[in-house]
């Protein structure tokens, strides 16, 4: 039995080892940006928090946070190609987007719906997918299809608009890079400020032109969020040297903070239901924008512990919730409550990112190179 535990202990040590090494050299990578791991530590811990009883009111606008910081990252990946020159192939793009979200997505649905079975079916059966509802999240669409409420897994509804996402932007780029050689830039440009349009208009035809009125979880009711991120990918892509000699560019971080705490003020203040279903969610990513503009080029590598938060925010944003209910109703909505949720949901994400996600990243690269250099030969 002492052997059987020393090769489990043994086991352990090997795989915290194997973690360390990869976070360390992902954050000490000088092409990892710091500022915008701090503002994903800061997205993923408002969100959490929230789920625990609402224990940190409005801490749901940490989702419109990481629409931004998507938008940010997933525009600069494909920008990247478009200045260079290179065409941009949209399989693959998918296939790597793919290959990074589905895993773990898959891993926790399964594995989830077992603990949600576990945990939940004598007291809260609500928690528990029917088979008929599956398809909705197997296929990412359940922000279309979000009734009724199963909380331990409707926050996927977020991770459905990424998917979208990850489906259109590449599109826009294939479609401006073939039409549009000479005038791409200004066609990008042009289409995104489009996307921000399109995303306030959806909302108010959403509220007023429709039985359901729900203008929250809809990808084209959140299309401008993520539109603001790739937005401001372009200022950085194609003004950045220009960007980084202005001294004072912190002065658009204070900007965005003064406007944030104002509409944040409105929606405890103001019980109104256009601004409540439109505007709050319309003009809040713009805020996101201008503080992540502000500081981007500032070095925030100093602070280790919200960056390693940052790097294991997907897999925890994908656990904490099914865990929220069973530590709540354990311990009580109380402060160890929250602290020991907190703590546990990390340790699963850790566990789930260094099990799942971090070996098929491996294998996504491997799959990459063996699938696209055959297409290119």
Not at 141 to 163: K, M, T
Request: proline share 3%.
């Amino acid at each position: 039995m002492s052997r059987f535990w020393n090769g489990v202990a043994v086991e352990v040590i090997r795989l915290i080892s194997r973690m360390k090494l990869r976070v360390i050299k992902l954050l000490d990578d000088p092409n990892r940006v710091s500022s915008v791991d701090i503002f994903r530590a800061i997205a993923i811990i408002s969100v959490v928090i929230f789920h625990f009883e609402s224990f940190l009111p409005l801490g749901f606008i940490g989702v419109d946070l990481f629409f931004v910081i998507s938008g940010l990252l997933i525009g600069n990946l494909l920008t990247q190609q478009f200045i260079a020159g290179q065409k941009i192939n949209f399989f693959k793009f998918f296939l790597q987007r793919g290959l990074k979200i589905w895993p773990s997505y898959y891993f926790f649905f399964f594995v989830g719906s077992i603990l949600a079975l576990l945990l939940y079916r004598d007291t809260n059966p609500d928690q528990i997918i029917p088979l008929s509802e599956m398809k909705s999240y197997l296929l990412f669409y359940r922000n279309y299809s979000a009734v009724p409420f199963h909380f331990s897994f409707d926050h996927v509804w977020s991770l459905c608009v990424e998917e979208h996402f990850y489906i259109l932007l590449p599109l826009l780029f294939v479609f401006i890079q073939t039409l549009f050689t000479n005038r791409g830039k200004k066609m990008l440009i042009l289409s995104v400020g489009a996307a921000i349009f399109l995303g306030i208009a959806f909302k108010y035809i959403s509220l007023y032109y429709t039985n359901g009125k729900d203008t929250y979880s809809a990808t084209h009711n959140r299309i401008d969020a993520l539109a603001w991120g790739v937005l401001l990918n372009f200022l950085l892509s194609f003004r950045g040297e220009w960007l980084q000699k202005q001294k004072s560019l912190y002065l658009i971080s204070v900007v965005g903070g003064v406007l944030f705490f104002f509409i944040i003020y409105l929606k405890v203040v103001w019980p109104n239901v256009l601004f409540n279903k439109i505007w709050f969610h319309s003009i809040l990513p713009f805020t996101f924008a201008l503080l992540i503009l502000g500081v981007y080029y500032v070095n925030f590598s100093r602070l280790k512990t919200l960056r390693v938060i940052a790097y294991f925010s997907y897999n925890w944003y994908l656990w904490h919730p099914i865990f929220a209910i069973f530590f709540s109703r354990l311990i009580g909505n109380n402060v160890i409550g929250l602290i020991l949720y907190v703590l546990f949901t990390f340790v699963v994400a850790v566990v789930a990112t260094v099990l799942i996600e971090e070996p098929m990243l491996r294998y996504r690269s491997k799959l990459l190179k063996k699938l696209f250099r055959a297409k290119e030969t």
